[in-house]
T-cell receptor, first 114, second 116 residues
Framework: TQLLEQSPQFLSIQEGENLTVYCNSSSVFSSLQWYRQEPGEGPVLLVTVVTGGEVKKLKRLTFQFGDARKDSSLHITAAQPGDTGLYLCAGAPLEGPGTYKYIFGTGTRLKVLA | KAGVTQTPRYLIKTRGQQVTLSCSPISGHRSVSWYQQTPGQGLQFLFEYFSETQRNKGNFPGRFSGRQFSNSRSEMNVSTLELGDSALYLC???????????????FGEGSRLTVL
């Protein structure tokens, strides 16, 4: 069974601080996505990383896919209250394209205090 | 364009009853997948449909079933409800990928089921 462990589970920080969320697995994924979910809503895609070692930046968010495609990290610089939410990583198994049996991580609940 | 629509948004059932949840995908999206979200287990994959065929299935008992209609709308059914079925059920749609592209899942707001 493929599992994605996220850490930390909960994070409460002050506005302006930096943070990193980790997503780890013993399995290899063909790609990895990060979603953010706000209360009462479904998850919304932030980024997709496909190549081992890939780094993508989205304004204050930096995403990295591990070289072995087993892990990923999300770094937020100068966090803002609007970053508050549940962050989920999701791995696409190696079964090939068209297989939407994504494995979701356990989630990291972030709260940024003003 | 309109997003993924799920109905009902909230419902309360008692043990032993059955429930049917509905999902209307984004126009043009032919793949619909269902996930169960609980505080303890997180988001877990239930099943995925494409062109009225179930392509993938998660590790859930046979009480959980689904189907997709010719207009891509999908329904999921849970029979003989148990307390542990209380959860947020999320539906996601996506376009069929080409090549090695990994598609984005567009989620609805979910149907929150409470089993008493």
């Amino acid at each position: 069974t493929q599992l994605l462990e996220q850490s930390p589970q909960f994070l409460s920080i002050q506005e302006g601080e930096n943070l990193t969320v980790y997503c780890n697995s013993s399995s290899v994924f063909s790609s990895l996505q990060w979603y953010r979910q706000e209360p009462g809503e479904g998850p919304v895609l932030l980024v997709t990383v496909v190549t081992g070692g890939e780094v993508k930046k989205l304004k204050r968010l930096t995403f990295q896919f591990g070289d072995a495609r087993k892990d990923s990290s999300l770094h937020i610089t100068a966090a803002q209250p609007g970053d508050t939410g549940l962050y989920l990583c999701a791995g696409a198994p190696l079964e090939g394209p068209g297989t939407y049996k994504y494995i979701f991580g356990t989630g990291t609940r972030l709260k940024v205090l003003a | 364009k309109a997003g993924v629509t799920q109905t009902p948004r909230y419902l309360i059932k008692t043990r032993g009853q059955q429930v049917t949840l509905s999902c209307s995908p984004i126009s043009g999206h032919r793949s619909v997948s269902w996930y169960q979200q609980t505080p303890g287990q997180g988001l877990q994959f239930l099943f995925e449909y494409f062109s009225e065929t179930q392509r993938n299935k998660g590790n859930f008992p046979g009480r959980f079933s689904g189907r997709q209609f010719s207009n891509s709308r999908s329904e999921m059914n849970v029979s003989t409800l148990e307390l542990g079925d209380s959860a947020l059920y999320l539906c996601a749609s996506t376009t069929y990928p080409t090549g090695a592209a990994t598609g984005e899942l567009f989620f609805g707001e979910g149907s929150r089921l409470t089993v008493l």
